[in-house]
Nanobody
């Protein structure tokens, strides 16, 4: 299993950023997927989940209305569009795979992350 996130960087408060994840080594089109993040000194937090077809998504209140998850099953890629970014969104962001039995917030594999820093 390989999950490689990219697209992070430094952005000003109120700005936008798009993260991408390239997946391989498993049947991506059949798998629920997450974006999760970890800020320094804090626990890992899930920020978005998407079903295998890309038609069902869910977000915690902390990012709802600002983040959008999407997927391209033909390319085995997962995206996270982030808008109206806040300093508290600063974290290492990872894409993660759900186990076959979906339990919100629970993943069985997390790839390499990409750093997002929101600062003026």
């Amino acid at each position: 299993v390989q999950l490689q996130a990219s697209g992070g960087g430094l952005v000003q408060p109120g700005g936008s950023l798009v993260l991408s994840c390239a997946a391989s080594g498993f049947t991506f089109r059949s798998t629920w997927m997450y974006w999760v993040r970890q800020a320094p000194g804090k626990d890992i937090e899930w920020v978005a989940i998407i079903d295998p077809t890309g038609t069902a998504t869910n977000y915690p209140d902390s990012v709802k209305g600002r983040f959008t998850i999407s997927r391209d099953n033909a390319k085995s890629t997962l995206d996270l569009r982030m808008y109206s970014l806040k300093p508290e969104d600063t974290a290492q962001y990872y894409c993660a795979r759900s186990p076959p039995r979906v339990v919100l917030g629970s993943y069985d594999y997390r790839g390499q992350g990409t750093q997002v820093t929101v600062s003026s």
